[in-house]
Each structure stands twice: as structure tokens, then as C-alpha cells.
């Protein structure tokens, strides 16, 4: 039978300190995965993790910068020192430091954008699939965005990396999927975190993405997770290669901002 239950399994979840990758945590937990939490700074991702052990989960916090490879398998490593194992991992870790027109931007936006938001997802789950392969299997979870299929205003670098998110995410599904690996990516649009505050705060471009989004209003966090959720249980087990958008319909329009 196929179930949402997560219990016996082990899931790392990147970016965790707020916003969707705190949510993703809590999610998980709640269906009774032991999270492995990071983020750049300890106290932040500390917070999390005590939170989900107060409800009653199992969560640990560390210090990780996915952008660095060694920093990267230290971390899957904390989860089989930990736990015995690894089923899940989250790709959810991103920056965006270049607002405005793409031909603006410099060398080193992108170099720190690209440092994250695509090698950090690469060493992720190049570090975690082994590990997966001798427990039967798993599931790794791109968040990528709506602006990675559609260019969103004053975001360039941005976009492209989350394209690049997409097509890695194909790629290794193309890979993996003979080990029963799944790798799914998800598309959220426009949901009201802090990392989204230069666009939800943003009162010219916030109406003009929700006036045009047929659902019309800004996403949120839980609504993510639910996703992620689903790509990380049995419901999913026949979907790998994908990604789910999930953005209140605002790609019907063409609209991003």
C-alpha cells in the first residue's frame, strides 16, 4: 500500500532555517521522518531543529554551506553517523544577490549564485545517492522556481540558475532512476518568505504578479511542503524526472512580473 508515512526514514533538508525549507522540516517530521537540518549559520537552523524536537520529531542541526563540497559530504556523513541511513535529501538552499537587469550584473553574482543554487544541489545528491543505493533507494527534491521556466522581472541570474536546477534535476533522474532513485523538482511561485520580501514587499510588482495569477493571492510555505511531502512518500514512487509548479496558475498568463 502506498502511504504519505515517512516513519523509518531519514531526510536532509537544505536552507532550513525559515521560509520553505523550514516548513519542509516541520512537514516531514510530522510524518515521521528524522530530519537532518542545515543552513549557513548554526543558531538559525538550532532553532528549527528544537522546535521539531519539542512537537515531538527528531531533528538535529549543522552547520553546512552547500556550496562547498567537503562542507557538503560532512554533513551526509552526520546523517549515517547519526541515524544508519539516508532516504531523502532537499535541495532547497538558494541565493539571489543581483536584482535588476541581467546586463547589470557581475562575475562574482554570478559565482555565488551558481556556487549554491546549482553545484550545491550537485554535491547534495552526489554525496547522498550512494547512500541511498544500499537502502533500496530514494528520493532527492530540487526547489527550483517558476522563474526557472519563465524569465521573472529583474531576476536573470536567478532564472537561469533555477532552469539549470530543472535540467539537472532531469538529468539525474535519467541516472539514478535504475537504483530506484527518484529526483523531482518543484516550481513554487511567487510565496511570501523572507528570501521573496524584494517582490511580495514590493507593491508594484506584487499586484502585478497577483492580479495576473488566477488564483489571486501569494503562496505559502505550508503549501510547498505539502508537495514535498508527496514527492517523498510512496504516493510518488512512479514519479521521478518531473517538476510540480505550483505558482496559483500564474504561468497560464505568461506572468511573472
Known sequence: MTSFDLSGKVAIVTGASRGIGEAIAHAFAQSGA????????????????AAIREQ????IAVACHTGQREQVQ??????????????????????NPHFGPLLHSEEAQWDKTYEVNVKGYFWVAQAAIPHMEQVGGGSIINVASVAGLQPATAMGIYSISKAA???????????VGPLNIRVNALAPGLIKTRFSSALWGNEDISSKIVGTTPLGRIGTVEEVAGAAVYLASDYAA????TTIVMDG???VNGMLG
Do not use: H, M, P, Y
Not at 238 to 241: A, P
Open 34 to 49: 528524522k530530519v537532518l537540518l542545515c543552513s549557513r549559520k548554526q543558531e538559525g537552523v538550532e532553532a528549527v531543529a
Open 56 to 59: 515531538g520529531g527528531e531533528a
Open 74 to 95: 560532512a554533513l551526509v556523513q552526520r546523517a549515517i553517523d547519526e541515524w544508519g541511513r539516508l532516504d531523502i535529501a532537499v535541495n532547497n538552499a538558494a541565493t
Open 165 to 175: 536546477v530543472i535540467a539537472l534535476t532531469k538529468q539525474l533522474a535519467q541516472e
Open 238 to 241: 512512479f514519479t521521478t524526472g
Open 249 to 251: 496558475g500564474s504561468l
